[in-house]
């Protein structure tokens, strides 16, 4: 499987971004997805995970009504909406597939496929 990130970039404190992860290479509707971040001499933290069919969807406390979770398996891509940006939420966000068909981890070394991650700077 092999993941594509896009979406990134500035915005205001309060501001939304979306985020989209496009998967190739496998049967995307067959894995769970997650979302993580890295923010610089930070650990890559989780911020949301979505299973195969979309109807199980968990979030980190830090983003939870702020952050959706969603994906479109007719197109093989997941995508994250971001609203009411803050400027901790700066990081490189990445996707991430599970080889699980359900949500099974909030770990990042539980998932073993990895987009190149696409930059979020909320500026305050």
């Known amino acids: 499987v092999q993941l594509q990130a896009s979406g990134g970039g500035l915005v205001q404190a309060g501001g939304s971004l979306r985020l989209s992860c496009a998967g190739s290479?496998?049967?995307?509707?067959?894995?769970?997805m997650a979302w993580f971040r890295q923010a610089p001499g930070n650990e890559r933290e989780f911020v949301a995970a979505?299973?195969?069919?979309?109807?199980?969807?968990i979030y980190a406390d830090s983003v939870k009504g702020r952050f959706t979770i969603s994906r479109d398996n007719a197109k093989n891509t997941v995508y994250l909406q971001m609203n009411s940006l803050k400027p901790e939420d700066t990081a490189v966000y990445y996707c991430?597939?599970?080889?699980?068909?359900?949500?099974?981890?909030?770990?990042?070394?539980?998932?073993?496929?990895w987009g190149q991650g696409t930059l979020v700077t909320v500026s305050s």
């Open positions: 290479g496998g049967t995307f509707s067959n894995n769970a």
């Open positions: 979505i299973n195969w069919g979309g109807y199980t969807i």
């Open positions: 991430a597939a599970d080889r699980s068909r359900g949500v099974r981890s909030r770990q990042p070394n539980e998932y073993p496929y």
